[in-house]
T-cell receptor
Framework: AQKITQTQPGMFVQEKEAVTLDCTYD???????LFWYKQPSSGEMIFLIY??????QNATEGRYSLNFQKARKSANLVISASQLGDSAMYFC?????????????FGQGTRLTINP | DGGITQSPKYLFRKEGQNVTLSCEQN?????MYWYRQDPGQGLRLIYY???????QKGDIAEGYSVSREKKESFPLTVTSAQKNPTAFYLC????????????FGPGTRLTVL
């Protein structure tokens, strides 16, 4: 069964510092995708970044990068030069084949607070 | 503008009443999904539909029902059989060719009194 684990319930970081949000996953499927979403207090889920299991390079999107370590089954999100607007819940998710269909499985999330 | 709409943003109901949450998309997506989120938790899949007139149970379907009569609409009914219905409900859609890229609506916060 697919499983996502986020071990950091909350993190506090000073503005402009870099921050790493941890995510480990478990799957027996050789083909999978890993995602990070941001959820501000308003509730909508905002897609940030995607990493495919066969991608050789770590994914990057602006200030976001995904530190993909396949052997360790980890997919940590790195946010460089954090901003006050980065304060939100962050969810790691994995696309897996469940009951014959591709579905997303989410972790429990990490609440990130950026301090001025 | 294309997107997903969910209405209303906040919904209050008395215990024992059925309630239907709306989800509409104009992205021409084949696949649609309903998730439930409890405070401090991740999303859990309730139901999903990959094509009109077809839908499948997710991980926590008990106490919920859906219909998919039109491509753009995927309403979720929270029935009185759902023992703990108070939660935040998110709808999402995706192209069938790209199920990875799910677009989410703004969510409906349901409170059962």
């Amino acid at each position: 069964a697919q499983k996502i684990t986020q071990t950091q319930p909350g993190m506090f970081v000073q503005e402009k510092e870099a921050v790493t949000l941890d995510c480990t996953y478990d799957t027996s499927d050789p083909s999978y995708g890993l995602f990070w979403y941001k959820q501000p207090s308003s509730g909508e889920m905002i897609f940030l970044i995607y990493q495919g299991s066969y991608d050789q390079q770590n994914a990057t999107e602006g200030r976001y990068s995904l530190n993909f370590q396949k052997a360790r089954k980890s997919a940590n999100l790195v946010i460089s030069a954090s901003q006050l607007g980065d304060s939100a819940m962050y969810f790691c998710a994995m696309r897996g084949l469940i009951q014959g269909a591709q579905k997303l499985v989410f972790g429990q999330g990490t609440r990130l607070t950026i301090n001025p | 503008d294309g997107g997903i709409t969910q209405s209303p943003k906040y919904l209050f109901r008395k215990e024992g009443q059925n309630v239907t949450l709306s989800c509409e998309q104009n992205l021409n997506h084949d696949a649609m999904y309903w998730y439930r989120q409890d405070p401090g938790q991740g999303l859990r899949l309730i139901y999903y539909s990959q094509i009109v007139n077809d839908f499948q149970k997710g991980d926590i379907a008990e106490g919920y029902s859906v219909s998919r009569e039109k491509k753009e609409s995927f309403p979720l009914t929270v029935t009185s059989a759902q023992k703990n219905p108070t939660a935040f409900y998110l709808c999402a859609s995706a192209r069938r060719e790209e199920p990875d890229t799910q677009y989410f609506g703004p969510g409906t916060r349901l409170t059962v009194l």
